[in-house]
């Protein structure tokens, strides 16, 4: 508090003699000021975090396989480093490179974005991203595929896994959908009674893993989007179409509309169809057989709903 008080009034000295009259006539306030200082009030809107673990410095740097291979359940080092990931150019809150992969013919008449853990703790998410990728490079000419396997990469390398991002954003909350400002507080306030791993932020788009996929609904102008999520055993959809009856063993079964969601934002607000899959295990990645299966579900599907119909939908695909 002494040494406080003391640099505040250095400061004011410096400043000028209007200052200096100011703080001696009222010394109290420089009290004051040195203790806000020393103190300051946490935003009242902001849950409280343990602190976000920090990167490597060559971590972002390194090929990711070497840095998912040992984290992700189901992943064999042969797979990943088959995939050919490319960096996005977009890092996460701790400098991480966002991973891509695009497959299939550029002129080809779907343009499908797939992505993996938007939830870091859902590592199952990921693995099943990039098998899916594996079976889009030996069957997915009939569409684009766009493959973002893991868009929390710092959640997911966390020691635990941490649902949300570095900044304590749950990234499936940061969407702008309509009346976000008002809406998506309330819900984690009322709904969640203040969850941290729930908290929407302080404002729509305020992550950079969130405005990666904003800019990649602009730039890609997809005709679908898959997020694979975990664990809640069912398929989710979102969209103008009528939405899949099941995907391998996952049957549909709605699981709400929430504020700052992808699923309401893409496909609610934007009319882009969301196929939200929810795999039954957060932990362990389910067999290559119902991947497969899955995989086959959503490409009939896609053939029958998608407004540019695919061409060989009914083509069996190879596990990779």
């Given at each position: ?22 703080a ?14 020393a ?13 976000a673990?920090?990167?490597s410095?060559a971590?972002?740097l ?14 064999s ?8 990931l490319?960096?996005s ?20 008449p779907?343009?499908?974005l797939?992505l ?16 899916w ?5 030996d ?39 309509p ?8 819900y ?8 941290p791993?729930?908290?929407?932020g302080?404002?729509?788009l ?7 996929v904003?800019d ?5 102008t ?13 398929l989710?959809f979102?969209?103008?179409t009528?939405?899949p ?15 700052g969601?992808?699923?309401y ?6 009319g882009?169809p ?22 086959l579900?959503?490409h ?18 190879r596990?990779p």
């Amino acid at each position: 508090m002494a040494a406080a008080a003391r640099w505040c009034a250095a400061l004011l000295l410096s400043a000028g003699p209007g200052l200096l009259t100011l703080a001696q006539a009222a010394p109290q306030a420089v009290a004051h000021a040195a203790h806000a200082a020393a103190h300051p009030k946490p935003q009242a809107s902001q849950p409280s975090h343990p602190a976000a673990p920090k990167a490597s410095p060559a971590a972002h740097l390194a090929e990711p396989c070497k840095q998912w291979v040992p984290r992700l359940p189901g992943l064999s080092a042969a797979q990943c480093s088959a995939l050919k990931l490319q960096p996005s150019g977009t890092r996460s809150v701790q400098a991480r490179e966002l991973w891509m992969g695009d497959v299939g013919a550029r002129n080809a008449p779907v343009k499908v974005l797939v992505l993996g853990a938007i939830h870091g703790d859902e590592l199952s998410a990921s693995t099943v991203a990039l098998q899916w990728m594996g079976l889009a490079q030996d069957n997915g000419a009939d569409a684009l595929w766009r493959f973002v396997p893991m868009l929390n990469p710092d959640g997911v390398m966390a020691q635990p896994a941490r649902r949300v991002n570095a900044h304590g954003v749950d990234l499936n909350r940061n969407f702008p959908t309509p009346g976000w400002a008002q809406e998506a507080p309330r819900y984690w306030a009322q709904r969640t009674r203040k969850d941290p791993r729930r908290w929407p932020g302080n404002k729509p788009l305020s992550e950079p893993e969130s405005r990666f996929v904003h800019d990649q609904m602009t730039a890609f102008t997809p005709d679908l989007i898959v997020s694979i999520h975990a664990p809640y055993g069912v398929l989710d959809f979102d969209g103008p179409t009528d939405p899949p009856r099941r995907l391998g063993r996952l049957m549909l079964d709605p699981v709400g509309v929430f504020p700052g969601s992808l699923g309401y934002y893409g496909g609610m607000h934007k009319g882009v169809p969301v196929v939200t899959i929810e795999l039954p295990n957060a932990q362990r990645a389910p067999l290559l057989a119902e991947t497969r299966q899955m995989w086959l579900d959503l490409h009939r599907w896609m053939g029958e709903h998608l407004p540019a119909k695919t061409a060989s939908a009914a083509q069996p695909a190879r596990a990779p």
